[in-house]
C-alpha cells in the first residue's frame, strides 16, 4: 500500500542553519505530495504542496521539490530561526483512494538560538 | 473567517464514561475527517466522512463513533469501550475529490482520562 517515510527527529539545528528534512514515499500513479507543520499543542497547518512531477511548492523561506524519479520530497529552508522549531508532516494524496492523505510520522525540529 | 472549530480544547474524563468531542467547519467542505495522535507518533485515522449521513471506519475505529447528520458538523464520541483514550484528537476537512488540496485541520481537543 501506499506510504511516506521521513527522517527520524529530533533535529537540532543552531539559527542561521540550513534545514533539509528527507521524505520519500511508495505509491503508484501520480500522487499529489505535502508538508504540514504543527507547533506544540495545535492543529497541523499546510505548508506547502506540490501537485504533479518537477513542481516546487515553497512558502515562508520553505521548499520542496517533488522527484518521481527518486519518489522523494525533501523539505529545505536556508536559515532556520528559532521560531521553526516544530514538528513537520510530509503527506501524500490519490485521487484514486478519496483523496485521504497519508502521513509520515512526523519529524521534530529544534532550533537552538 | 472559515475554518473548523474543535471544542473543548481540553477534555477529562473518568473511567467508563463516554465523551463527545465537537467539530464544526464552515468551509463548505463535504469531507471530514478524524486523527488520533499520540505522543511522539504520527496521526492515525479514526473516522471520515466524505458526504452527509455516510462515514467509513479507518485505521482505529474500535472504541469510537461518529455521526453526519450537517454538512457543518462531525461530532467524536469516545467511548468506555476504547481502552486508552488519553490522546490529542484532530478534526479535518476538504473539498470532496479535490485531491490536490490538502486539509484544513481544528486546533485539537487534548482527552485525558482521570
Known amino acids: 500500500g501506499d506510504s511516506v517515510t521521513q527522517m527520524e527527529g529530533p533535529v537540532t539545528l543552531s539559527e542561521e542553519a540550513f534545514l533539509t528534512i528527507n521524505c520519500t514515499y511508495t505509491a503508484t500513479g501520480y500522487p499529489s505530495l505535502f508538508w504540514y507543520v504543527q507547533y506544540p499543542g495545535e492543529g497541523l497547518q499546510l505548508l506547502l504542496k506540490?501537485?504533479?512531477?518537477?513542481d516546487k511548492g515553497s512558502n515562508k523561506g520553505f521548499e520542496a521539490t517533488y522527484r518521481k524519479e527518486t519518489t522523494s520530497f525533501h523539505l529545505e529552508k536556508g536559515s532556520v530561526q528559532v521560531s521553526d522549531s516544530a514538528v513537520y508532516f510530509c503527506?501524500?494524496?490519490?485521487?484514486?483512494?478519496?483523496?485521504?492523505?497519508?502521513f509520515g510520522q512526523g519529524t521534530e525540529l529544534s532550533v537552538k538560538p | 473567517d472559515g475554518g473548523i472549530t474543535q471544542s473543548p480544547k481540553y477534555l477529562f474524563r473518568k473511567e467508563g464514561q463516554n465523551v463527545t468531542l465537537s467539530c464544526e467547519q464552515n468551509l463548505n467542505h463535504d469531507a471530514m475527517y478524524w486523527y488520533r495522535q499520540d505522543p511522539g507518533q504520527g496521526l492515525r485515522l479514526i473516522y471520515y466522512?466524505?458526504?452527509?449521513?455516510?462515514?467509513q471506519k479507518g485505521d482505529i475505529a474500535e472504541g469510537y463513533s461518529v455521526s453526519r447528520e450537517k454538512k457543518e458538523s462531525f461530532p467524536l464520541t469516545v467511548t468506555s469501550a476504547q481502552k486508552n483514550p488519553t490522546a490529542f484528537y484532530l478534526c479535518?476537512?476538504?473539498?470532496?475529490?479535490?485531491?490536490?488540496?490538502?486539509?484544513?485541520f481544528g486546533s485539537g481537543t487534548r482527552l485525558t482520562v482521570v
Open positions: 479535518a476537512s476538504r473539498q470532496h475529490r479535490v485531491t490536490t488540496d490538502g486539509y484544513t
Open positions: 466522512s466524505q458526504i452527509v449521513n455516510d462515514f
Open positions: 506540490a501537485t504533479k512531477a518537477d
Open positions: 503527506a501524500l494524496s490519490r485521487s484514486n483512494q478519496g483523496g485521504k492523505l497519508i
